[in-house]
């Protein structure tokens, strides 16, 4: 938070005003752990959808590691936390920069995107733009997704068959024309392009009232292989596009003891297909199963081929992310390692393909940090270090008020 004294646990962010009526303690988003590979991420699960474009973004910190959160004893992240948590990210994220107009006009958009970040507890108004997946209106919020360097998406999109296309594709759900009557003065009249436009746009709107058409299942799919926020049914939610296909992370707090479950096959027809962390199919078994260790202990399916380097997709570029020292129980970090990256036939850029360690062989040796890496982690420990006094300040606070550390 820019502006936010660590020794000051009482310190509120003035952006915060407009959420100060509803306790921000109150909202509890209860942790999940979850594999991918052989990496483990705790990401935060939901009962209600008001929060969840938040959720939805900082799923996807948790899952390049830009983001982490210590698991406590409480089992859930509070509201509060988790604003704490997500502006902390959007600053490491965004560094100063050198230039003093650059660094002027970045603090104006932080400044706003902070304000975005506390607004996005209540939700999101995205208008969609039937144009493309990746085209939605340019405001605050979707600026503010930007600066973490998430691409919000859609597959609300028009069939390429059809002779109004091109009509459709030029309007967005906020910004069409309305039916129009015809003229009292002669009702056998033919429609004007203005009535053929408004009418092709209503048909459009009212026969996709699912948000997602076989056009648009089809665009995401051929969307670069990454990490994205797609918006469907005024929901949003964590998109993996995959080998091809596309995947939601499954956060519905329905599924908590059920660790396996990470990912569920975007569909038209709305069919469930849920998938474990290296997007292998969860048997139907795993769902009626009673006994609780049976959750945590049963073995997954054999894959069908050698497993990918990662099986998660390409992030778009980021910073060095921070190491962190020993934090408080509950509190969330920007993370200390970076983001799995590769794609599953090729080494990330300008890296060479890792090679497999013979059975027994030692690990290799990490290559020395250069002059500038040090630098960097000392810049990293000290940034680590104000976030760590200022939640232990926070933790003090809690306990002595009884509050809901």
């Given at each position: 938070m820019a502006g936010a004294d660590p020794s000051d646990a009482t310190y509120v962010d003035p952006n915060w005003g407009p959420l100060l009526t509803e306790n921000l303690r109150d909202y509890h988003f209860y942790y999940k752990t979850i594999w991918i590979?052989?990496?483990?991420?705790?990401?935060?699960?939901?009962?209600?959808?008001?929060?969840?474009?938040?959720?939805?973004?900082?799923?996807?910190?948790?899952?390049?590691?830009?983001?982490?959160?210590?698991?406590?004893?409480?089992?859930?992240?509070?509201?509060?936390?988790?604003?704490?948590?997500?502006?902390?990210?959007?600053?490491?994220?965004?560094?100063?920069?050198?230039?003093?107009?650059?660094?002027?006009?970045?603090?104006?958009?932080?400044?706003?995107?902070?304000?975005?970040?506390?607004?996005?507890?209540?939700?999101?108004?995205?208008?969609?733009?039937?144009?493309?997946?990746?085209?939605?209106?340019?405001?605050?919020?979707?600026?503010?997704?930007?600066?973490?360097?998430?691409?919000?998406?859609?597959?609300?999109?028009?069939?390429?068959?059809?002779?109004?296309?091109?009509?459709?594709?030029?309007?967005?759900?906020?910004?069409?024309?309305?039916?129009?009557?015809?003229?009292?003065?002669?009702?056998?009249?033919?429609?004007?392009?203005?009535?053929?436009?408004?009418?092709?746009?209503?048909?459009?709107?009212?026969?996709?009232?699912?948000?997602?058409?076989?056009?648009?299942?089809?665009?995401?799919?051929?969307?670069?292989?990454?990490?994205?926020?797609?918006?469907?049914?005024?929901?949003?939610?964590?998109?993996?596009?995959?080998?091809?296909?596309?995947?939601?992370l499954v956060t519905d707090q329905g599924f908590l003891n059920l660790p396996r479950v990470v990912w569920e096959r975007l569909t038209i027809d709305g069919d469930s297909q849920f998938f474990d962390g290296d997007y292998r199919p969860v048997e139907p078994a795993y769902f009626t199963y009673q006994d609780p260790l049976y959750y945590r202990t049963a073995p997954a399916p054999a894959a069908p081929a050698a497993?990918?380097?990662?099986?998660?997709?390409?992030?778009?570029?980021?910073?060095?992310?921070?190491?962190?020292?020993?934090p408080t129980p509950g509190d969330v970090h920007p993370a200390a390692a970076p983001p799995p990256g590769g794609k599953p036939d090729q080494a990330p850029a300008g890296e060479a393909a890792a090679k497999p360690l013979a059975a027994g062989s030692p690990p290799p040796a990490a290559p020395e940090p250069t002059k500038e890496q040090r630098e960097q982690e000392e810049r990293d420990l000290a940034f680590a270090r104000q976030l760590q006094a200022e939640m232990d300040a926070a933790l003090a606070l809690d306990i002595a008020s009884q509050g809901y550390f």
């Open positions: 590979g052989s990496q483990s991420y705790i990401i935060l699960t939901q009962a209600s959808n008001g929060p969840c474009p938040l959720l939805a973004l900082f799923n996807c910190l948790v899952l390049y590691r830009r983001q982490y959160i210590n698991q406590g004893g409480t089992g859930y992240l509070d509201g509060w936390n988790l604003i704490r948590g997500v502006e902390h990210s959007l600053h490491h994220l965004n560094p100063p920069r050198s230039d003093p107009d650059e660094q002027a006009n970045q603090e104006v958009i932080l400044k706003e995107s902070e304000r975005c970040i506390v607004g996005l507890m209540e939700g999101m108004d995205l208008n969609v733009k039937f144009g493309g997946p990746l085209q939605v209106e340019l405001t605050g919020a979707v600026q503010t997704f930007e600066m973490f360097q998430i691409q919000l998406c859609h597959g609300w999109l028009p069939d390429p068959a059809s002779p109004k296309e091109a009509w459709i594709k030029t309007f967005s759900y906020n910004n069409h024309p309305p039916a129009a009557p015809s003229p009292k003065s002669d009702a056998a009249a033919p429609p004007t392009a203005r009535q053929e436009r408004a009418a092709a746009a209503q048909e459009f709107i009212s026969s996709t009232q699912s948000q997602l058409t076989a056009t648009g299942l089809a665009a995401l799919r051929a969307l670069p292989p990454q990490l994205y926020v797609l918006f469907r049914n005024n929901h949003f939610s964590t998109l993996s596009v995959w080998n091809g296909d596309v995947y939601q497993p990918a380097p990662s099986a998660l997709p390409n992030p778009a570029p980021a910073p060095a992310p921070a190491p962190v020292s020993a």
